[in-house]
């Protein structure tokens, strides 16, 4: 049977609703009228309340509840009930739709036995005999195995999670009922092959299957007739990588001294062997380096906490994460929890450093003592504060406290985002609560007016500690100030002071930090990439050519130090190996060299490598990457990196030189130039791939970056860009001006011609720049709408839609659609009232009896929806004739707080409650593809009688007042600095004589605003600093000081350097600009119009001619550093200047001017001065007479 999955919590675990036909199976219409009579019956109709609340309330009860998250009334068993302040809170399991929620009493009502008829939609199935395995490693007899395990790994049930979204098609086979679980074999089909997926876990040794005592075979006895793996026949060091994300139950080892240890997750020997230990055997020590492995790296020895069993948290949180099935600490957590759980200072970066649930556990154990804080004065504070870098990740630390709060004492914890309105700060009542989260900004805000916030704060944490100081370090460390100087008070002498900072980079801030805030701080460091950079490794580039490699490489070697050197160069190959290899033995460099291929085993090599020796020596070993492993080395002082690594190879290469890292602890007393670790990267022509996430990370580590790196990297970030040309134009560099997360954002952030200036602009955009009539209908945020722009005179979309109203009213007209189509146009009708849509997306068909989803958009109001295809009605020819209405809308120089990019929802919620449905004025200032910006919006009653207008409110004020909103002045000045280049071409593109410019006068034919601007200032004016929108007078809009400040500054252009030379038949013009791109040359009889960009730099030059050319028979032609315009003159002859008026960006080139000054028509006497006015357009303090005379 076909199912659809509604929740997975395990493969042993999840919840599925069946499809199709069948005696247990209720078709899901059925459901929705259930749901729809239920929420009639209970939110309307019934109107004693008190009536229908549950006397009692007692575990396994049925009722109804009201779901927040699914704004409905829902059919739940109750699972556990807990007291509260004001109320109770109890957990219900929501049984048609297999999730648990909490709920409040108040939100509870009797089950109507009506409502209990149908079946429970949700079935709670598990895989058929299918469990779930994990590796065992026996260190002492270095052997690892699969073994069963009692909890399904982290990777199995993250795989599970994506094979179900992948899937277009799951269906299931009953094998078995227990416990009112379902077991069965599950298949899906992802790209039109069919997946069992009980076979694929045990296949990549995530479960094995547990036989039946009676012999029950796989799901190829059954139906797919597929093979099914068991463990015992895979081998066992074909171990699947996604195993190393969750070391459960694995043994760790640790090197005391270095506080280096590595996750045994994988059959391997531990980093630190003696050579005595190793196997005389070298080929059966190589490992896969491509397997993921876990690091780690430590200030201080740390015992490692891999089990929940073992790990220090008290018991009832124990029980509550067993209970919410959390799968052991990970990896990183097990070494944070320790330190963080015995009050310590800690730093922690991980790539899992943005992940409340490294901190929260353990600090929630720690304020379970009270006894620790009888010390503290009897004041009002919190005892833990939790600094987070936004209101979202504030969010999301705080219902991760909620979860857990149910175990532990009451903490009374406060969620605060506060903005800059002072009342609602000073409002805030803080007395009982013991841990707060909030931001660095609205934190500071609330310490104005509550002056006792820090006296009993004993735990600080600083949740994404990079993006933290990258955002406010100014904050920050005010704050950091501010606990410092409560702490170190008399009073608070034997109460905890415990600092917990945690992120996914390390940042150049937390050295100060270390040194300034933290009392003997355990750093823990999992993220490979960061720990050289906490160490203080010298990052070397050296830019070179295939070739040159091995010269460079023995430049590096030609050593000065006095000082014992360790050197590894590592290779990709064995042939490069070699290569090296014997280039150091010519040059009489002494080398050692380990691979694959070696005859030398690895028992020889460490001897060698670990010798004392004297000063001044130089050991130098060549190897390739899948020897690290076996080797162990962590002593080295230099790595050089011949072969060009991965990411995570560098990294692991990197780590070879853990024990010579300078951690910022150390004593900076001792000089520690000749001992600080080094690290060499030969980056040659064939690694420009390669050279855009290396140069990221070396301006992340701040080592000295070659300006060719900068160069060639300036041209991949051109060419990752044009990949994302198809894009759409980034939401936040339209609503805000910039985007923080170029990098990684999937967006476009250029203008594309084609997509940002259609050819054929609609007319309510296309108008010139001025008052119009908007009427906002979808609210995306606080400002960003979608809506249309309504005729003061006459709407056509109005006229439209009654005629819709009308010819839709006859039953007849109502025809729906049988063959849907994907971008066609249909009719809708919604709440009464009819609509124009287009099919965006259109579902699989799930069943044959089942409607079709379709996706939609409302072509007129810019928002979207997903319905049945037989809601969809067939649309008249007449009525698609007028173009989509829907235009984008964003309001001009205001952005939320506290340099945020997102909108909190209680503005968003009331702006829309505030303009939604309702006509403003507006005036646009900037216009791409469909999308306005306008600035100022306002609300305008128009007393008729007597003849004057009110502005009701402006939303950028709106915004403002809410205090959650503050002014950007940037905003438009970035979009005009991104679009300059696109304006400079076009205006090239529509430069005509000024007889065909008359025709275009009047308003219904005025160009868009962005246009509109460049052509209202002539061409000479190019070089000015600055171009602006005309200023028109919105009607009948008051005007105020707002709109007069929303005028708009262009991009600067420049005029380029020009020199120029003739001949009798030709003019040849030199235009100096490096690096063009995106150039554009236009000919006219009496014009040449050249733009073109260079780096961030606009160019214009708009050159009329001193005579007529031949335009057609005219080029341009781009070279290096110029492009030379060849133009043919209408008549032969000399020209004594280029243009008509004097520029002096131009003048003659006098390399080529000699070949024709014979021919000159000018008296020999005064051949040099005045052979063309070009000459005294050169000559800048020139003389008036002489100026005079060349214009003759």
């Known amino acids: 049977m076909e199912v659809l999955v509604l929740e997975v919590e395990d493969p042993s675990c999840f919840w599925v609703t069946m499809k199709g036909c069948g005696p247990?199976?209720?078709?899901?219409?059925?459901?929705?009228?259930?749901?729809?009579?239920?929420?009639?019956?209970?939110?309307?109709?019934?109107?004693?309340?008190?009536?229908?609340?549950?006397?009692?309330?007692?575990?396994?009860?049925?009722?109804?509840?009201?779901?927040?998250?699914?704004?409905?009334?829902?059919?739940?068993?109750?699972?556990?009930?807990?007291?509260?302040?004001?109320?109770?809170q109890t957990e219900c399991f929501l049984v048609d739709y297999g999730k648990y929620i909490f709920v409040k009493s108040e939100d509870m009502r009797v089950a109507v036995e009506t409502f209990m008829q149908v079946p429970y939609r949700a079935k709670k199935c598990r895989l058929y005999r299918t469990k779930p395995l994990t590796l065992h490693v026996d260190l002492c007899e270095n052997t690892s195995k699969m073994i069963p395990a009692k909890r399904w790994d982290f990777a199995a049930i993250k795989y599970f999670q994506n094979l179900l979204k992948a899937a277009t098609q799951t269906t299931a086979q009953l094998c078995a009922v227990e416990d009112n679980t379902f077991d069965i074999f599950l298949y899906v089909t992802t790209k039109d092959e069919k997946i069992c997926v009980n076979d694929d876990l045990v296949s990549k040794n995530f479960a094995h299957f547990e036989e039946a005592e009676e012999n029950t075979g796989s799901s190829a006895d059954c139906q797919e007739n597929q093979t099914s793996l068991n463990v015992e026949s895979l081998p066992v060091k074909n171990v699947n990588p996604a195993l190393a994300f969750r070391p459960v139950l694995f043994q760790l080892s640790t090197n005391i001294e270095t506080g280096l240890a590595v996750s045994s997750s994988f059959p391997e020997e531990t980093y630190q062997r003696s050579s005595t230990d190793l196997n005389e055997n070298t080929a059966s020590s190589f490992q896969n380096v491509g397997e993921e492995r876990n690091f780690v790296f430590l200030s201080k020895k740390i015992e490692p906490s891999s089990v929940l069993e073992t790990a220090p948290l008290f018991e009832g949180l124990k029980k509550e994460l067993t209970r919410k099935k959390f799968l052991g600490p990970s990896f990183t957590e097990s070494y944070c929890w320790p330190p963080v759980a015995q009050g310590c200072d800690v730093v922690a970066i991980s790539y899992q450093g943005n992940d409340p649930i490294l901190y929260i556990p353990p600090l929630l154990t720690f304020l379970q003592y009270k006894s620790c804080y009888k010390a503290l004065p009897s004041r009002t504070g919190p005892l833990a504060l939790i600094l987070?870098?936004?209101?979202?990740?504030?969010?999301?630390?705080?219902?991760?406290?909620?979860?857990?709060?149910?175990?532990?004492?009451?903490?009374?914890?406060?969620?605060?985002?506060?903005?800059?309105?002072?009342?609602?700060?000073?409002?805030?009542?803080?007395?009982?609560?013991?841990?707060?989260?909030?931001?660095?900004?609205?934190?500071?805000?609330?310490?104005?007016?509550?002056?006792?916030?820090?006296?009993?704060?004993?735990?600080?944490?600083?949740?994404?500690?990079?993006?933290?100081?990258?955002?406010?370090?100014?904050?920050?460390?005010?704050?950091?100030?501010?606990?410092?100087?409560?702490?170190?008070?008399?009073?608070?002498?034997?109460?905890?002071?415990?600092?917990?900072?945690?992120?996914?980079?390390?940042?150049?801030?937390?050295?100060?930090?270390?040194?300034?805030?933290?009392?003997?701080?355990?750093?823990?460091?999992?993220?490979?990439?960061?720990?050289?950079?906490?160490?203080?490794?010298?990052?070397?580039?050296?830019?070179?050519?295939?070739?040159?490699?091995?010269?460079?490489?023995?430049?590096?070697?030609?050593?000065t130090q006095n000082n014992l050197q360790k050197v590894l160069v590592f290779t990709n190959s064995v042939n490069e190996a070699e290569m090296v290899h014997e280039a150091l033995k010519s040059n009489s460099v002494f080398s050692l060299k380990i691979h694959k291929e070696s005859k030398f085993n690895f028992k020889y090599i460490l001897e060698q490598w670990t010798k004392k020796y004297s000063s001044g020596t130089h050991v130098v070993l060549v190897l390739t990457d899948d020897c690290m492993q076996s080797l162990?080395?962590?002593?080295?002082?230099?790595?050089?990196?011949?072969?060009?690594?991965?990411?995570?190879?560098?990294?692991?290469?990197?780590?070879s030189m853990s024990e010579n890292f300078c951690t910022v602890i150390k004593d900076s007393s001792v000089d520690q130039e000749y001992t600080k670790a080094r690290s060499v990267v030969l980056l040659t022509e064939n690694r420009e791939s390669h050279s855009l996430g290396f140069l990221r990370y070396l301006q992340h580590a701040?080592?000295?970056?070659?300006?060719?790196?900068?160069?060639?990297?300036?041209?991949?970030?051109?060419?990752?860009?044009?990949?994302?040309?198809?894009?759409?134009?980034?939401?936040?560099?339209?609503?805000?001006?910039?985007?923080?997360?170029?990098?990684?954002?999937?967006?476009?952030?250029?203008?594309?011609?084609?997509?940002?200036?259609?050819?054929?602009?609609?007319?309510?955009?296309?108008?010139?720049?001025?008052?119009?009539?908007?009427?906002?209908?979808?609210?995306?945020?606080?400002?960003?709408?979608?809506?249309?722009?309504?005729?003061?005179?006459?709407?056509?979309?109005?006229?439209?839609?009654?005629?819709?109203?009308?010819?839709?009213?006859?039953?007849?007209?109502?025809?729906?659609?049988?063959?849907?189509?994907?971008?066609?146009?249909?009719?809708?009708?919604?709440?009464?009232?009819?609509?124009?849509?287009?099919?965006?997306?259109?579902?699989?068909?799930?069943?044959?009896?089942?409607?079709?989803?379709?996706?939609?958009?409302?072509?007129d109001e810019g928002r979207t929806s997903q319905v049945q295809n037989y809601q969809l009605l067939h649309l008249p020819a007449r009525f698609q004739c007028l173009p989509p209405q829907a235009v984008e809308f964003i309001v001009c120089r205001v952005k939320p707080i506290d340099n945020e990019i997102e909108w909190k929802p209680e503005v968003t919620h009331y702006i829309d409650k505030k303009i939604k449905g309702k006509l403003h004025e507006a005036k646009i200032v900037h216009t791409l593809g469909n999308t306005a910006w306008v600035d100022p919006v306002v609300q305008v009653t128009r007393l008729s009688v007597l003849k004057i207008s009110i502005n009701e409110y402006n939303i950028r004020s709106e915004i403002l007042s809410t205090g959650l909103g503050t002014d950007n002045p940037e905003h438009i000045t970035q979009l005009q600095k991104l679009c300059g280049l696109m304006k400079v071409l076009d205006h090239a593109k529509n430069l005509e004589p000024s007889s065909k410019k008359e025709d275009t006068a009047g308003p219904e034919n005025a160009s868009n605003p962005q246009n509109m601007s460049i052509e209202e200032n002539s061409t000479e004016n190019c070089n000015s600093s600055e171009m602006t929108f005309g200023n028109h007078q919105c009607d009948g809009v008051a005007q105020t000081k707002e709109a007069e400040d929303s005028t708009l500054h262009q991009r600067e252009c420049f005029y380029p350097e020009i020199k120029w030379f003739q001949n009798e038949d030709t003019v040849t013009v030199r235009v100096k600009i490096a690096s063009i791109a995106d150039w554009k040359c236009e000919f006219s009889k009496e014009k040449v119009v050249f733009s073109a960009g260079s780096g961030h730099k606009l160019y214009l030059a708009d050159m009329e001619l001193h005579q007529y050319i031949l335009a057609e028979k005219s080029t341009c032609v781009i070279k290096d550093k110029e492009a030379i315009i060849?133009?043919?003159?209408?008549?032969?002859?000399?020209?004594?200047?280029?243009?008509?008026?004097?520029?002096?960006?131009?003048?003659l080139d006098f390399e080529h001017w000699e070949d024709f000054e014979d021919k000159s028509p000018f008296p020999v006497g005064i051949k040099k001065l005045h052979c063309t006015d070009a000459v005294t357009e050169d000559l800048v303090d020139s003389s008036e007479d002489s100026e005079t005379e060349s214009d003759e």
């Open 24 to 88: 247990c199976i209720v078709d899901e219409i059925e459901y929705k009228n259930l749901n729809a009579e239920m929420n009639e019956f209970y939110g309307m109709l019934y109107k004693d309340v008190n009536a229908l609340k549950p006397i009692v309330i007692k575990e396994d009860q049925i009722c109804v509840v009201f779901s927040e998250e699914l704004k409905c009334w829902c059919r739940a068993v109750i699972k556990s009930s807990m007291s509260c302040t004001d109320n109770y």
């Open 388 to 559: 987070c870098p936004g209101w979202k990740k504030a969010e999301l630390a705080f219902e991760l406290l909620k979860m857990y709060k149910r175990c532990s004492r009451h903490l009374y914890p406060m969620l605060m985002t506060l903005g800059q309105n002072k009342e609602a700060v000073r409002s805030v009542k803080i007395r009982g609560c013991e841990v707060i989260v909030t931001t660095p900004y609205s934190l500071l805000r609330l310490f104005e007016h509550h002056r006792s916030l820090f006296c009993r704060l004993c735990h600080l944490v600083l949740d994404e500690i990079d993006v933290l100081f990258s955002d406010a370090a100014e904050q920050v460390f005010t704050i950091l100030d501010y606990y410092k100087k409560a702490v170190i008070t008399e009073e608070r002498e034997y109460s905890p002071h415990q600092i917990i900072a945690v992120g996914t980079h390390w940042h150049k801030h937390i050295a100060q930090l270390i040194k300034e805030f933290l009392n003997d701080p355990y750093i823990v460091i999992t993220a490979m990439e960061e720990a050289p950079i906490c160490g203080n490794v010298q990052q070397v580039v050296q830019l070179c050519t295939n070739s040159e490699r091995i010269a460079v490489l023995l430049k590096i070697l030609d050593f």
């Open 702 to 859: 701040e080592a000295e970056i070659p300006p060719e790196l900068h160069d060639l990297t300036a041209k991949m970030l051109e060419a990752e860009e044009e990949k994302k040309s198809s894009r759409p134009l980034c939401a936040y560099l339209k609503t805000l001006g910039i985007c923080k997360n170029r990098t990684v954002c999937p967006d476009r952030h250029q203008i594309n011609l084609q997509i940002d200036v259609p050819q054929n602009l609609p007319d309510k955009i296309t108008q010139t720049p001025g008052c119009v009539t908007i009427l906002p209908l979808h609210i995306v945020n606080a400002t960003n709408y979608f809506g249309r722009i309504v005729d003061k005179q006459k709407d056509q979309y109005t006229i439209l839609a009654e005629e819709m109203n009308e010819y839709f009213k006859k039953p007849g007209n109502k025809l729906t659609v049988k063959n849907v189509e994907k971008l066609a146009f249909y009719g809708l009708c919604e709440n009464a009232l009819f609509h124009r849509v287009q099919v965006v997306e259109i579902f699989p068909k799930e069943d044959e009896k089942v409607f079709l989803s379709v996706k939609i958009k409302y072509i």
């Open 632 to 655: 162990g080395i962590r002593d080295a002082t230099c790595v050089i990196h011949f072969g060009f690594p991965s990411r995570r190879i560098f990294g692991q290469r990197l780590h």
């Open 1126 to 1147: 060849v133009l043919v003159k209408e008549k032969k002859g000399v020209w004594c200047k280029l243009l008509k008026s004097k520029n002096h960006h131009v003048s």
